[in-house]
């Protein structure tokens, strides 16, 4: 199912900025990022076509200060609940609260630990995060063996925030991939975590050179830490050509360093079509209409072969 279909284009935007209020949708965001930026303006165009008022905070990846907001949701006695959760693990938590206050919730984007028991009054939007990592690395992979380097090939993993399923399973296909007898010649060097975060994403890339380390690829969970490695590497006087660099996410700024050539791989994620379909469902459950859940939206790979294609999607 392609929920980006439902997009049909933008309104202008109706939604509180005071405390919600009976009629509200409460948006739960865990942290602000370009590819999340993009997901949240989606919401609010899908909000727009039927006046829907949304609440919308951030929680700056800070788990308690979300079960604050989700909390005051209930309170506020909003008519849905959209979570991207900070922390898969505290999911259960969350579908608990919402459905001892009967309040539906719907998660987006970052999987909930308790997909497979969410029940009636919950429901999930969002991509398989192992199918990006698995994308992301056989690509990785294929234009290692097109430049010749098929013999212990050095790799470093960028990832995400670990206490999220994203993090975990994208870093775990990165693994499964390596594993495979087509790619067993990419051996891994290191693997830390930059928290999605491009700043320490280049801080990390500068310990490394720092280090000594030489590598063949950088794999990193998402764009914008693979263009903080870049900007390190450019800094150090690296010469783009000789590393292959991955992210995932396809956002605007990431396809623009591909053009330049600096980029090798991304994996378009539909930010918008997640953004669009939580509201969609968000909507529909609060009038005790039935929805479908998971509902699974697929990854693209993207590479300087059709990269023109997904400049202006995310």
């Not at 791989?265 to 918008?272: C, E, G, K, L, N």
Request: glycine share 6%; hydrophobic share 45%.
């Amino acid at each position: 199912m392609r929920v980006k279909k439902l997009i049909n284009g933008t309104a202008a935007l109706l939604f509180a900025t005071s405390p919600a209020y009976a009629g509200d949708i409460g948006v739960a965001i865990s942290h602000s990022d370009s590819f999340l930026a993009v997901m949240v303006q989606g919401m609010k165009d899908e909000a727009a076509k039927t006046k829907q008022p949304l609440q919308i905070e951030f929680a700056e990846a800070d788990i308690n200060k979300q079960l604050s907001q989700i909390q005051n949701f209930i309170a506020a006695k909003v008519d849905a609940i959209i979570v991207n959760v900070v922390e898969s693990s505290a999911s259960p938590a969350i579908t608990k609260m919402a459905a001892d206050a009967g309040v539906p919730l719907i998660y987006v984007n970052n999987t909930p630990s308790d997909l497979d028991a969410l029940g009636p009054k919950a429901a999930f939007i969002g991509s398989n995060e192992s199918e990006a990592g698995e994308i992301e690395t056989k690509e990785v992979c294929r234009v290692l063996k097109e430049s010749g380097k098929t013999s212990d090939a050095g790799i470093l993993i960028i990832q995400g925030l670990l206490a999220q399923h994203s993090a975990e399973l994208r870093s775990k296909a990165v693994h499964d991939i390596i594993a495979t007898p087509d790619c067993s010649f990419m051996k891994v060097i290191d693997e830390q975590s930059a928290n999605w975060d491009p700043v320490k994403a280049q801080d990390l890339m500068t310990n490394w050179i720092t280090a000594g380390y030489k590598p063949a690829a950088v794999i990193a969970n998402n764009d914008e830490m693979a263009l903080g490695a870049i900007n390190s590497m450019k800094a150090a006087g690296w010469d783009m050509k000789d590393v292959v660099v991955a992210g995932i996410d396809a956002t605007k700024e990431a396809m623009h360093y591909m053009q330049t050539g600096d980029l090798d791989v991304s994996v378009f994620q539909d930010a918008i079509g997640q953004g669009a379909g939580s509201v969609d469902a968000a909507i529909k459950m609060a009038k005790r209409e039935k929805v479908q859940s998971p509902v699974w939206i697929p990854f693209e790979l993207v590479n300087p072969a059709n990269v023109d294609k997904y400049i202006k999607k995310n």
